[in-house]
């Protein structure tokens, strides 16, 4: 059942109660008000037949005031009791002398109070008839008896009218109420069903560049969704053009791992088939063959370990490492003490005040210590990379607040802004000069997840031209 049918048929039985409702009331308040006044008429009637004449005369007399009503005076003689009064009336009703009177009505007229009460008269062949008693009290006694009765069929006749009427015009009127409901949900959910065809035509074409534009003529809450469905479009969008980049990105560096793979194996396989055919040549040369052949096998295992260390990194979100207290200057100190050995000429330095801290004094950061190394190896093993042999790389360390940060500095070609929001992104490798060496777009990655699962953060400030610095913040110990 759709929503706009619900809606008509729900605003319509709720008007249908009230309008139930409603005429329930207005019958009970016609109805009871027409008793009113009916009641008030037969009392000034009675009256004005008891002050008629002579009640001596108007004994057992029965005289017609009209087709609707009738009128009747019965006395009794002055020494009669009560009770002879009560039972001579009831012997009298039996055989229609007078009209009907119930026993609640005959104790009420004992004590010289009218009655009023509704009966079918045989004479009127069992019409329903209001019957007005009153008392006819001489000399304090109670000496007889006037009764007007009307009929009620004027009354019923018109509380079937008013209720046909009621039942009539509650009808159209819920009947117009449902066309007036259809006609206006449809109109105010109109908008709903262009944004529904809108997101439906975009998922089979595939075309997440459009918008459903919120209108100032549409309904607020309206409005509110359309926003909020752009923004998330937007979101979509957004993230299906950073997923296809991401994508284009992973199939060349595939594509460049499988050729850096395939070069040193090739290398290998051509140096050990020269030792395997046992072709004449110096001990220097076969240790040159040796050489070659190891550092192209360190080379495949460092670029398998990149790609295990970012599987293992992708492939648990968010990473946990074990942490611990961890004097963090040592370690920094070691670790450019290792990067120095390989720096291929490059200029490693230690701030001064790391190269005259003492161990004992050492900032204690919360983290593991196998995951810092790998980040110092990343972040130094960058800077030798894209710094040139002229160019020096300095390694710092402050605590500032509740963190201690590390700070890897280098005078290379530097990165362009457009490359610095995206540097951390896997596959991602930013142009850093011509003569600079090529990679995998792996090794930040690598690095920004390892800090982040020790509760840190990393950041780059870099100037094209003039260097780049890497600073990791770690959260000191408790």
Not at 3 to 12: C, E, G, H, N, Y
Not at 107 to 128: K, R, T, Y
Request: aromatic content about 6%; glycine content about 8%; overall charge neutral.
């Amino acid at each position: 059942m759709s929503l706009r049918l619900r809606l008509a048929l729900f605003l319509t039985a709720a008007l249908s109660v009230a309008l139930f409702a409603f005429g329930a009331g207005v019958q009970f308040a016609v109805d009871h008000f027409a008793r009113q006044a009916m009641t008030r008429d037969l009392a000034e009637e009675a009256q004005r037949l008891i002050a008629s004449g002579d009640l001596r005369e108007l004994d057992r007399q029965d005289p017609e005031l009209g087709a609707a009503q009738l009128a009747r005076v019965e006395l009794f003689h002055p020494g009669c009791s009560l009770t002879r009064i009560a039972n001579r009336l009831r012997r009298l009703a039996n055989i229609g002398e007078v009209l009907p009177v119930s026993e609640a009505g005959l104790h009420a007229l004992q004590h010289g109070q009218p009655w009023i009460e509704v009966a079918a008269l045989s004479e009127f062949e069992g019409d329903l008839h209001m019957i007005y008693s009153q008392p006819i009290i001489e000399n304090r006694r109670w000496v007889g008896i006037a009764q007007i009765a009307r009929s009620m069929s004027e009354h019923h006749s018109l509380l079937r009218a008013l209720r046909d009427f009621l039942f009539l015009g509650g009808g159209l009127t819920a009947l117009g109420a449902f066309g007036l409901t259809w006609g206006l949900a449809g109109r105010a959910l109109h908008p709903l069903s262009r944004m529904a065809r809108t997101i439906q035509t975009m998922g089979m074409q595939r075309d997440f560049g459009r918008r459903l534009y919120a209108e100032a003529r549409m309904p607020e809450e309206i409005r509110r969704l359309a926003s909020a469905l752009d923004a998330a479009l937007a979101e979509l969008q957004s993230a299906r053009r950073r997923a296809e980049r991401a994508l284009v990105a992973q199939r060349e560096a595939l594509a460049d791992v499988s050729h850096e793979l395939r070069t040193p194996l090739t290398t290998v396989r051509g140096n050990l088939g020269l030792l395997q055919r046992g072709v004449p040549m110096s001990d220097a040369e076969r240790h040159a063959i040796l050489r070659d052949a190891i550092d192209e096998v360190e080379r495949m295992s460092r670029l398998v370990n990149d790609l295990l260390a970012f599987a293992g990194a992708e492939g648990n979100a968010p990473r946990t490492l074990p942490l611990s207290a961890i004097p963090i200057a040592p370690l920094v100190i070691e670790m450019t003490r290792r990067a120095t050995a390989v720096a291929r000429g490059r200029a490693i330095f230690l701030d001064g005040s790391l190269r005259s801290a003492d161990p004992a004094d050492s900032p204690i950061v919360t983290g593991n210590a196998d995951a810092i190394r790998q980040v110092l190896t990343i972040l130094l093993d960058n800077a030798i990379k894209f710094t040139p042999e002229e160019g020096h790389i300095v390694v710092a360390l402050n605590v500032d607040g509740d963190r201690a940060h590390i700070h890897v500095r280098d005078t290379g070609a530097g990165i362009s802004l457009e490359d610095q929001p995206h540097i951390f992104e896997r596959f991602y490798r930013a142009a850093r000069g011509e003569h600079a060496p090529s990679g995998y777009g792996l090794g930040l990655a690598i690095a920004k997840s390892l800090v982040e699962a020790q509760g840190g953060m990393i950041r780059v400030a870099s100037e094209p031209g003039r260097g780049s610095t890497f600073t990791v913040s770690l959260p000191l110990a408790r």
